[in-house]
């Protein structure tokens, strides 16, 4: 089990950017995935970027080379930086660690939950 604590959602006018924040009850370095999904009205939650603790990344088509993601080991935290926004990105996402635990396998826990509304 890990606490998310998610900050940094708003609105923004199109072609703008945010940065995301999520800050971890423990060391990310023991998480072995984390990454970002959003949920936009009627629609259902998507993959939007993922790092591993090997520093592999994955994006969705959809956002790379526009949103990045990061982490800050020292202070517990992921980060996702979201540029040139567009109206469809609005949406809610939401901070996630994946963890390995005995007996129970990889166990997910959530942020909040970070509105982000982007304006045309």
């Known amino acids: 089990q890990v606490q998310l604590v998610e900050s940094g959602g708003g609105l923004v006018q199109a072609g703008g950017s945010l940065r995301l924040s999520c800050v971890a009850s423990?060391?990310?370095?023991?998480?072995?995935?984390m990454g970002w999904y959003r949920q936009g009205p009627g629609k259902q939650r998507e993959l939007v970027a993922t790092?591993?603790?090997?520093?592999?990344?994955n994006y969705a088509d959809s956002v790379k080379g526009r949103f990045t993601i990061s982490s800050d080991n020292a202070k517990n935290t992921l980060y996702l930086q979201m540029n040139s926004l567009k109206p469809e990105d609005t949406a809610v996402y939401y901070c996630?660690?994946?963890?390995?635990?005995?007996?129970?396998?990889?166990?997910?826990?959530w942020g909040q939950g970070a509105q982000v509304t982007v304006s045309s």
């Open positions: 423990r060391s990310i370095f023991s998480i072995n995935v």
């Open positions: 790092a591993t603790s090997g520093g592999s990344t």
């Open positions: 996630n660690a994946r963890v390995r635990v005995p007996y129970s396998g990889l166990v997910d826990s």
